[in-house]
């Protein structure tokens, strides 16, 4: 079988650390290591289900171990351990067990322009509109970037209008931004959405300029833009800003500038670092998980040391983390708890 492993290296001497406040979390045993033995997890898969915040018995592990001088391979499920294994193949894993990453909690949105006509009035060439379903964006003298929402009811453009930066909808929105669109970010429903744009001037504007009185701030700032008419910076360079997400399964989003995050436009209580994305789940601005310095923090203070495997359920609007992890005894344990 010709696939890259992953493997873990749990460092032993680990303890559960617990939040003021927060009751200690009951792990549920899930099996054994040996002393050099350690999880493969592109292979290894942990089951959630039922009522939120529980763990099902079932599980798929598969470990690489060291055994007389030559590495083997033990597989464990709610039925035992099973090996050792010269190789892991095919017939040995468990069907089903997944290969790819792990269900994302950010929206990844997919740009698209199928259904959108450009159209020139012709009363006056130098207007342009983009035409969806019966609507109109527009007019404008250039289009920088379009997309037709997720719901395809519905499409999103930047162009340029008088030299300056617009930011509309064919839902009738339309509002100013400025200067190089970036990054069109929306949300799962389409109802949101953000530019992330670098600079202060359009490239209308920069040749009304003359060299000598050009400034870095008027290309290298980045400043963000919402469709509901909201501007957030500008942020320098010495700023750091990061990224900009919306959640998988709805129309909240976030951007980090720094140690800081802010949810909604609202900033939270600053991180020992940036943040990023993929290792960030959150509720509200009051319950949220994080990775940081190999261990799961909540936002009550909590903290897990050395998490993987990390899947999240949601239900009901409460988001439930699970995860596994390896205690000095080398006992691999499943926990979960909600945000």
Known sequence: MNKKYVFLLLAAGLVLVSGFGQAPLSPRKLATLGPEEYIVTDESELLVGGAAGSLTADFFIVTQARLSGKYVFFTYDKSGRKGPFDKMTENLLRKGTPAGEPRKFYYEPEMSMDGIQEVTDRADRSKHFLEFKGKRVGPFQQFLLASVLPDKSRIIALGVRDKKLRFASSDGRDVPAGGQPEALIFSPDGTKAVVKCMGAITMYEGLQIKPEDMSPTMFDDTTLYTLDGKKYGPF?????????????????????????????????????????????????????AWLEDEQLKFSDNASYPNPVMMKWEKKAGKTTLNWISIGSNRDVSAYSRGL
């Open 236 to 288: 320098g360079k010495k700023d750091n800003f990061g990224e900009v997400w919306f959640l998988a399964d709805s129309s909240d989003w976030l951007f980090t500038v720094g140690p800081t995050a802010y949810f909604n436009g609202a900033p939270l209580k600053p991180f020992k670092d940036q943040i990023h994305k993929s290792s960030f789940w959150i509720d509200d601005a009051s319950h949220y």
